[in-house]
């Protein structure tokens, strides 16, 4: 099973949640660029997948839309992907100031 966690942040640009996620579990972000997301950082490693993107989004019509239009007030978005449950990641990223927790998907 794998779980697919959501959270965001209102408070800090991309590149500062980049910076205080690697401060605390010591991953290696890479800037990548995407014609559906935009500009996003991916690291891969010990915790499974973590993202860090805008919650707007290159649209369509030429307006932006929402990556998760349920939390429009969220600026910023760092999603994971693992593969087993990993509390540690979880308490971890629950320790920086300005991160909420928004979602849980197991599948």
């Known amino acids: ?11 800090h640009t991309a590149s500062e949640l980049v910076h205080l996620v690697t401060g605390h579990l010591d991953v290696v972000f890479t800037e990548r660029e995407s014609d559906y997301r935009g500009v996003y950082h991916l690291a891969q490693g010990a915790y499974g997948r973590i993202e860090i993107q805008p919650n707007s989004i290159p649209g369509d019509d030429s307006q932006d839309d929402l990556y998760t239009p349920e939390h429009p007030e969220v600026q910023v978005l760092l999603l994971t992907n693992t593969p087993v449950p990993e509390p540690t ?9 300005g991160l909420a927790h928004l979602s849980r998907t197991s599948r």
């Open 1 to 11: 099973m794998t779980d697919y966690d959501t959270y965001g942040t209102s408070t």
């Open 89 to 97: 990641l979880h308490t971890r990223l629950g320790a920086i100031q």
